[in-house]
């Protein structure tokens, strides 16, 4: 597992000052996160649902080390982002004002669980050249949830108000429990590294599922409604190339999903990971980093 920068142990939910903010056209506020090198090749980072810039700190280090700029919006009603009802098809235009604003003309992109329809649907965008999925979500036609998040979007789009109570009983007991509380929701297996390396990891995770409702969990119970429905761009239309990196064992998102994706996709390699969901991010996400390197650098 690459080394992750550390948070304090009294600093579970990192305050405003890691984040800048952008002015939208239609006057919202976007947060985002940089990391890595700021002089490096940029990536855009969409963070999984529920989850915040803040997964993206379990990239700093390999960023830094490939010389990329790791670049992690919070979308609308996440975090420091003011919440809109924007959807899968809006979402691109948000991201590229943000490029625009950071002066990237060209970049990659890498969408980790419900993050990967997110960046997906950046593959419209001129700057985006090349895709990475870590674990990243499918539509729903090709079944690409656990029991757990068929129940979740079940919820969004039926109950949206007894799934806002779940998140925020989640969130409550995220503050008052051990940080491996929140882990037990994207992995399945211990990680087989030193205790301290795992500690840090249990506390970036914490501290992204908290942050993801720092202003209540109704961007959360938007998009899982959003997931959970078909989406507004069939995946053949999708003209970027795009590598999908599926853990073997993820319960969140089948494996038959990242198989699935990498069939439909016009240009797409598929890369088994031999771990659950969360370790699909940390393992793999170096090797995310470096596909979307090698095929924009030609």
């Known amino acids: ?24 056209p239609d006057g919202r506020r976007l947060a985002y996160a940089t990391y890595g090198d700021t002089d490096g090749y940029p990536v855009l980072f969409c963070h999984g649902t529920p989850g915040s810039h803040v997964a993206a700190r379990l990239l700093a280090t390999p960023a830094r080390e490939r010389d990329v700029h790791l670049i992690a919006p919070d979308r609308p009603g996440i975090g420091n982002s003011k919440d809109a009802s924007v959807t899968l098809e809006d979402w691109p235009d948000d991201a590229t004002h943000l490029l625009s604003h950071l002066d990237v003309d060209e970049a990659g992109a890498i969408g980790f669980s419900g993050g990967g329809p997110f960046a997906l649907a950046c593959h419209r965008l001129p700057e985006i050249r090349r895709i990475a999925l870590l674990g990243g979500s499918g539509p729903p036609s090709i079944g690409s949830t656990g029991r757990v998040q068929q129940f979740v979007g079940a919820l969004a789009r039926h109950a949206p108000w007894a799934l806002g109570r779940l998140f925020r009983l989640q969130r409550w007991f995220a503050l008052r429990r051990d940080p491996s509380y929140a882990v037990g929701f994207v992995a399945e297996e211990t990680p087989e590294t030193d205790a301290l390396a795992a500690d840090e990891v249990a506390r970036i995770v914490r501290a992204d599922m908290l942050t993801s409702m720092t ?11 959003l997931l959970s429905q078909p989406w507004p761009f069939a995946l053949e239309d999708v003209s970027v190339p795009v590598t999908v990196f599926q853990g073997q064992n993820d319960a969140n998102v089948a494996p038959s999903t990242g198989k699935a994706l990498a069939q439909r996709l016009p240009d797409a390699s598929l890369e088994r990971v031999d771990s659950d969901h969360l370790g699909t991010l940390t393992t793999a996400g170096d090797d995310a980093l470096a596909a979307i390197q090698r095929r924009t650098r030609v």
Request: glycine share 6%; hydrophobic share 30%.
């Open 1 to 24: 597992m690459p080394s992750v920068p550390p948070i304090p142990a009294t600093d579970w939910l990192p305050d405003d000052s890691e984040t800048e903010t952008l002015a939208l």
């Open 215 to 225: 202003r209540g969990p109704s961007g959360i119970i938007r998009e899982q409604r």
